[in-house]
């Protein structure tokens, strides 16, 4: 008689558990440990050094490897298009193979355990490692955005927040793990984001969007989580940066920062069980289970067929309707809106404003280097950029979406405002002083990660979330366009040039010394003065949007996605 009950109990603590994996909380969860992973390109400037020593790259060189990394990290076409045709789970096991791939390949030329490869196969094991990062984003990012398309601003600053902090995140597991040792961290960046994505593999897909009362209210949670995350690491690097921390010192502080990163796992927990609580008894309501969409089934179901065009009509061509526009807001083709107006300035602010902060934080190694830091003293600076990076994309995506939805304040021109922020952490390395670099870290950190959750946002609001996947993608594709040539074409020539010059004065030649390097503050006065003006006229293009744009946004843009969830509430009451 003693064992019904605990059938019973076992049975229903089976169904929670089910229903919290199954749930857009867990999901959303999952999301944020696997974008917290996938940051791993910012990181770029702490082992960089490694490659450039060991392997006797010259600066140009090494800015080609790094160029090739933006490449792959921000050219994420090819994820957003398998994204349209097939599901998540497989779109996150593609990212997986292809991060360790390629980090593992650069960790064993860099410890020596295979011939030195030649500089375009080095290219090419970053750009296929780095380019791992936009099957995360493609499939925990706008995943989650079409799960909660209301709080859009929102989500994006939060997610892209967990890949700001990543850098600061893998370099205290590193700390703890391998100890002091840059060649390790190449390691623990080809297995660890790999690993998230493998395990949370089957738990992020779509489903069907309901509202909840207080959706709002547990998103300020899950920030407040981060932001103590943040200011925990912030802490952190200052104080190892100050004292001499042992392994074990560096374990208990990355045991502290795995834990807050678990933390959002109760929220989520709680709100399925609130969720499971109401719906249980006497049947589940449908309009509070998840309902996956076809683009986001789990291996062994059954995918529904798709809606048949009405009265039997043929599919029209992709090339019909292109200069045909649908109104802001709506649904866009492909074509539509990669050839509207509104993208081409898109893309030249990109360019311009997400082009010069690359090449800030691809060179931020050397530019410690050449100011006479020591090489931890770098490593602070890298770990600020981070965590900054972090705060100006929740900034971002909060105070946007905030000032939205009160003021009407339109995104792009919070855009132009930080692309002119921005300028001044560039020109702060163009003319440093004591302690100049600090700051700079800081500004160009926050500006940094702060284009992106707008930019993400705006393409969003303008175009449509029908072919999200691979638009936001397209969008980003002027970010290595713009680090290409800027750091490539300008930085790295105007730098190894004042290094030669450096060479020159002590009657040396550049075959007289394996890697080439300049001492003093001219080395990168030039190249970021460019860099500065440069994002200046980023910031005038995104003016220009915003005037474009001011009518679109004095609405209610939002409107359409409640009225869909009140109408699927309505037919499943």
Not at 66 to 79: E, T
Not at 238 to 249: C, E, N, R
Not at 547 to 571: H, L, M, N, P, W
Request: hydrophobic share 50%; net charge positive; charged share 15%.
């Amino acid at each position: 008689m003693g064992e019904a009950p605990s059938v019973g109990r076992r049975s229903q603590l089976m169904s929670f558990a089910v229903h919290v994996i199954r749930g857009r909380w867990f999901s959303l969860f999952a999301s944020f440990l696997i974008m917290a992973g996938a940051g791993a390109t910012y990181l770029f400037g702490v082992y960089s050094n490694e490659i450039k020593a060991t392997l006797g790259y010259d600066q140009t060189t090494l800015n080609l490897l790094g160029s090739f990394k933006d490449l792959g990290a921000n050219v994420g076409v090819l994820s957003g298009l398998i994204a349209e045709v097939t599901p998540t789970w497989f779109l996150l096991l593609i990212g997986a193979a292809m991060n360790f791939a390629g980090y593992f390949m650069i960790w064993l030329a860099v410890t020596g355990k295979i011939s030195r490869p030649a500089v375009w196969q080095m290219c090419i094991y970053i750009c296929i490692g780095a380019n791992s990062q936009n099957f995360a984003n493609t499939g925990a990012l706008v995943t989650s955005v079409k799960n909660f398309p209301v709080s859009r601003g929102i989500m994006l600053g939060l997610l892209k927040g967990f890949t700001g902090l990543s850098g600061a995140i893998l370099t205290q597991i590193y700390l703890a793990v391998y100890g002091n040792d840059s060649k390790a961290l190449i390691l623990l960046i080809a297995w660890l984001p790999a690993a998230l994505s493998v395990v949370f593999v089957y738990t992020i897909r779509e489903m069907k969007v309901v509202r909840q009362t207080n959706e709002l209210k547990i998103f300020y949670q899950f920030l407040y989580v981060s932001i103590v995350l943040a200011l925990f690491i912030m802490v952190m690097t200052v104080v190892q940066k100050l004292v001499a921390f042992s392994q074990a010192a560096y374990a208990g502080s990355a045991t502290v920062v795995c834990a807050l990163l678990f933390l959002p796992l109760f929220i989520a927990i709680r709100e399925e069980f609130t969720l499971w609580s109401q719906n249980k008894q006497p049947l589940l309501n449908p309009a509070r289970i998840t309902i996956d969409k076809p683009t986001g089934l789990l291996p062994g179901d059954s995918k529904p067929e798709r809606e048949k065009p009405v009265g039997g009509s043929k599919m029209k061509s992709c090339f019909a309707n292109i200069f045909k526009k649908p109104e802001r807001g709506e649904d866009y083709t492909i074509l539509q809106a990669l050839l509207s107006t509104d993208m081409l300035i898109l893309f030249l602010a990109t360019f311009c404003g997400l082009g010069s902060s690359l090449t800030a934080v691809d060179n931020l190694g050397q530019i410690g280097e050449s100011l006479g830091y020591p090489t931890k003293t770098i490593k602070s600076f890298v770990s600020l950029l981070s965590i900054w990076n972090y705060f100006g994309r929740v900034f971002s995506g909060f105070v946007s979406e905030t000032l939205l939805a009160k003021y009407k304040f339109p995104r792009p021109l919070m855009m132009t405002i930080v692309l002119l922020l921005s300028c001044i952490g560039l020109i702060l390395i163009a003319f440093p002083f004591q302690g100049s670099v600090y700051v700079a870290s800081v500004i160009i950190g926050f500006s940094f990660g702060a284009q992106l959750p707008l930019l993400f946002a705006i393409i969003s609001e303008l175009f449509g979330l029908k072919y999200y996947s691979t638009l936001f993608n397209c969008g980003q594709l002027a970010s290595p366009l713009g680090s290409y040539i800027l750091n490539v074409k300008v930085t790295g020539p105007l730098y190894d040039r004042e290094a030669l010059r450096e060479l020159a004065k002590k009657g040396m030649t550049r075959s007289s010394v394996k890697q080439l390097t300049c001492i003093g503050a001219r080395c990168y006065r030039l190249a970021f003065l460019i860099l500065a003006s440069i994002t200046f006229f980023g910031a005038i293009s995104s003016l220009i949007l915003v005037v474009r744009t001011q009518e679109f946004y004095r609405g209610d843009i939002y409107k359409k996605f409640g009225d869909e969830a009140e109408e699927s509430e309505t037919k499943n009451s």
